[in-house]
């Protein structure tokens, strides 16, 4: 549209329920899926419900699950922060493994991952709903609880794996790790 990329998502309006329920008493899933390298995780469908511009609801349908989006529930950023944090660590921990044998393909999988989940909780952190893990790293630099220079030293890490600096590569991410954690 106006040479814009638009997705138009058809989802199950029932399923979609289910989700919103599930993720406002705070339960998440996480699922692979093409084209979403960091995976699928079920808070999507709540943020695409809260962010979508509806074209047409006759029935309300869409503004009822809409109404369930706003605020943004406390036990679902809790669940994201708790899930993510752990997941950034262990994805660390796992790159710090693969240094010793400099699987750079490894060790730049679990960077992605780590980077991933700490975009995750920064959006939780913000309340804000992560839809799509393109740009979500830009986005989160520029949120009120951020990381210091996050962008920057995400730069780093990926020279680091290109230069095959893998000690390097796990200290910035320990780095951001140990900041997170501060932040809260």
Same mark, same amino acid.
């Given at each position: 549209?106006?040479?814009?990329k638009? !997705?138009?998502?058809?989802r !199950? %309006?029932d !399923?979609?329920g289910?989700?919103? &329920? +599930?993720c406002r008493?705070g $339960?998440?899933?996480?699922?692979?899926?093409? #084209?979403?390298p960091h995976?699928?995780?079920?808070?999507? /469908?709540?943020? &695409?419900v +809260?962010?979508?511009?509806?074209?047409h609801?006759?029935e @309300?349908?869409?503004? =009822?699950?809409k109404?369930?989006s706003s605020p943004?529930?406390?036990?679902?950023g $809790?669940?994201?922060?708790?899930?993510?944090? /752990?997941?950034? =660590?262990?994805?660390?921990?796992?790159?710090?493994?693969?240094?010793a044998?400099a699987?750079?393909?490894?060790? +730049?999988?679990?960077?992605?991952?780590?980077? =991933?989940c700490?975009?995750q909780? %920064?959006? =939780?952190?913000n &309340?804000r709903?992560?839809?799509?893990?393109? #740009?979500?790293?830009? $986005? +989160?630099?520029t949120f009120a609880?951020?990381?210091p220079?996050? %962008?920057?030293?995400?730069a780093e890490? /990926?020279?680091?794996? @290109? !230069?095959?600096?893998?000690?390097?590569?796990? @200290?910035?991410?320990?780095?951001?790790?140990?900041?997170?954690? $501060?932040?809260g």
């Amino acid at each position: 549209v106006d040479g814009r990329k638009v !997705d138009l998502l058809y989802r !199950d %309006l029932d !399923d979609v329920g289910r989700v919103i &329920e +599930a993720c406002r008493s705070g $339960e998440i899933t996480m699922d692979y899926q093409p #084209g979403h390298p960091h995976g699928f995780c079920s808070a999507i /469908w709540m943020g &695409e419900v +809260a962010l979508c511009r509806s074209l047409h609801d006759r029935e @309300g349908l869409l503004a =009822a699950l809409k109404a369930k989006s706003s605020p943004y529930p406390k036990p679902l950023g $809790e669940a994201l922060i708790q899930r993510f944090r /752990w997941e950034s =660590a262990f994805a660390i921990e796992n790159a710090e493994i693969a240094v010793a044998r400099a699987e750079q393909t490894h060790i +730049a999988g679990c960077a992605y991952r780590a980077l =991933a989940c700490i975009a995750q909780v %920064l959006f =939780a952190l913000n &309340e804000r709903y992560l839809i799509n893990e393109k #740009g979500a790293l830009q $986005e +989160a630099a520029t949120f009120a609880q951020t990381l210091p220079d996050l %962008l920057t030293r995400a730069a780093e890490i /990926w020279r680091s794996i @290109g !230069d095959r600096n893998y000690v390097t590569t796990v @200290g910035l991410l320990r780095a951001l790790d140990q900041d997170l954690k $501060e932040l809260g």
